[in-house]
């Protein structure tokens, strides 16, 4: 049922519309950030075209349908060919798709072809779920446009993406799509408290720094978040040192940049990004809402030592390091260069 889906009202009132008046498109594109539950709202409308007791027009979520629809068959044991498959869930009516080395190929595209002209095998409908739908290559995406315009009835496609300008023209023109919003700290701290997740302080934390998405409200690892946290922290206490602390700044860019470490780049620079936010937001306002509450004293009192013109250059130099993260470049350099760039403010 579509009312244990955490947020995105507008969302479900258009899938039941759509059920309701029996016209599910045959592509549907759920366009959104990564992680706030797009796919749960997928497999939402799978068990209901599919359901063997269904209330109304929605799932029972207790049937074994309902059931075998969450479940999805293990990867192939051969990793070279897993490209070349459709994920099965236990129902042989829905089907899964995703990237393999961040590209969804054209094998991949030409077997959903293939299946969306098949009559269901036991339900009354055939979903495919194609998640990261814009990581389709050229030759995949021209396998999916045929795939579109010849879909059967009783099939359906959904693409998930949170970058719908990269998908082809031609491929949005031929889906209905369907916008997902962050959900709000408080959905997700309900959430994690309700479905006994998380709990008190870390549920309020981590509802905070996952930023409406829910699916990473419940991957994080507070730990290891606190402690990237605190070498962030060290960053931007010797950036607003009275003289930035450039020693201290090169061995942070140092540790940063570790090539052993590589994992951890980006989201440290969503951390440190996060918190010099925090900062710039505080000396503005001292009441105001911040990602990380739990150490509002701290951030004051940095707040106090930082100018907002300072605040917004460091952060457009991080945007534009992040940016350049598509290009091979020398992660340790860039990192000496953005940490030595920001201290020269």
């Given at each position: 049922?579509?009312?244990?889906?955490v947020?995105?009202?507008?969302?479900?009132?258009?899938?039941?519309?759509?059920?309701?008046?029996?016209?599910?498109p045959?592509?549907?594109?759920?366009?959104?950030?990564?992680?706030?539950?797009?796919k749960?709202?997928?497999?939402?409308?799978?068990?209901?075209?599919?359901c063997?007791?269904?209330?109304?027009v929605?799932?029972?979520?207790?049937?074994?349908?309902?059931?075998?629809?969450t479940?999805?068959?293990?990867a192939?044991?051969?990793?070279?060919?897993?490209?070349?498959?459709?994920?099965?869930?236990?129902?042989?009516?829905?089907?899964?798709?995703?990237?393999?080395?961040?590209?969804?190929?054209?094998?991949?595209?030409?077997?959903?072809?293939?299946e969306?002209?098949?009559?269901?095998?036991?339900?009354?409908?055939?979903?495919?779920?194609?998640?990261?739908?814009?990581?389709?290559?050229?030759?995949?995406?021209?396998?999916?446009?045929?795939?579109?315009?010849?879909?059967?009835?009783?099939?359906?496609?959904?693409?998930?993406?949170?970058?719908?300008?990269?998908?082809?023209?031609?491929?949005?023109?031929?889906?209905?799509?369907?916008?997902?919003?962050?959900?709000?700290?408080?959905?997700?701290?309900?959430?994690?408290?309700?479905n006994?997740?998380?709990?008190?302080?870390?549920?309020?934390?981590a509802?905070?720094?996952?930023?409406?998405?829910?699916?990473?409200?419940?991957?994080?690892?507070?730990?290891?978040?606190?402690?990237?946290?605190?070498?962030?922290?060290?960053i931007?206490?010797?950036?607003?040192?009275?003289?930035?602390?450039?020693?201290?700044?090169?061995?942070?860019?140092?540790?940063?940049g570790?090539?052993k470490?590589?994992?951890?780049?980006?989201p440290?620079?969503?951390?440190?990004?996060?918190?010099?936010r925090?900062?710039?937001?505080l000396?503005l306002?001292?009441?105001?809402?911040?990602?990380?509450?739990?150490?509002?004293?701290?951030?004051?009192?940095?707040?106090?030592?930082?100018?907002?013109?300072?605040?917004?250059?460091?952060?457009?130099?991080?945007?534009?390091?992040?940016?350049?993260l598509a290009?091979?470049?020398?992660?340790?350099?860039?990192?000496?260069?953005?940490?030595?760039s920001?201290?020269?403010?």
């Open positions: 049922m579509f009312d244990r889906l947020g995105n009202q507008r969302a479900k009132d258009t899938l039941r519309r759509m059920l309701v008046g029996r016209r599910v045959g592509a549907l594109l759920f366009a959104g950030e990564d992680a706030i539950g797009k749960l709202f997928a497999l939402e409308l799978a068990k209901a075209r599919n063997l007791a269904p209330a109304g929605e799932a029972c979520d207790k049937c074994s349908s309902c059931v075998r629809i479940h999805f068959a293990d192939p044991a051969d990793r070279s060919d897993d490209a070349k498959h459709i994920i099965w869930s236990e129902h042989r009516d829905v089907g899964l798709v995703r990237a393999e080395k961040n590209i969804i190929k054209v094998d991949q595209a030409r077997e959903l072809e293939r969306t002209n098949f009559r269901p095998h036991e339900g009354r409908a055939r979903i495919f779920i194609i998640e990261e739908a814009d990581r389709l290559n050229p030759q995949a995406s021209n396998a999916l446009l045929k795939a579109l315009e010849e879909i059967a009835p009783t099939s359906h496609l959904i693409l998930l993406t949170a970058r719908p300008a990269n998908l082809l023209t031609t491929i949005r023109s031929r889906c209905q799509t369907i916008r997902f919003a962050p959900l709000t700290a408080e959905e997700i701290e309900n959430y994690l408290v309700r006994k997740r998380r709990a008190g302080e870390e549920a309020r934390l509802a905070h720094i996952s930023r409406g998405r829910l699916g990473l409200a419940l991957s994080l690892n507070l730990d290891a978040y606190r402690e990237g946290r605190e070498a962030m922290l060290s931007l206490d010797a950036l607003t040192a009275v003289q930035a602390d450039r020693v201290r700044l090169l061995r942070a860019a140092e540790d940063l570790d090539a470490r590589k994992d951890d780049f980006e440290r620079l969503d951390v440190l990004e996060t918190l010099i925090d900062a710039w937001l000396s306002d001292p009441a105001t809402k911040i990602v990380n509450e739990d150490i509002r004293d701290r951030l004051t009192r940095l707040g106090a030592k930082l100018k907002s013109g300072h605040a917004a250059d460091w952060m457009a130099r991080i945007q534009e390091l992040r940016g350049q290009v091979n470049i020398n992660r340790r350099v860039a990192t000496d260069a953005l940490l030595l920001m201290a020269s403010r």
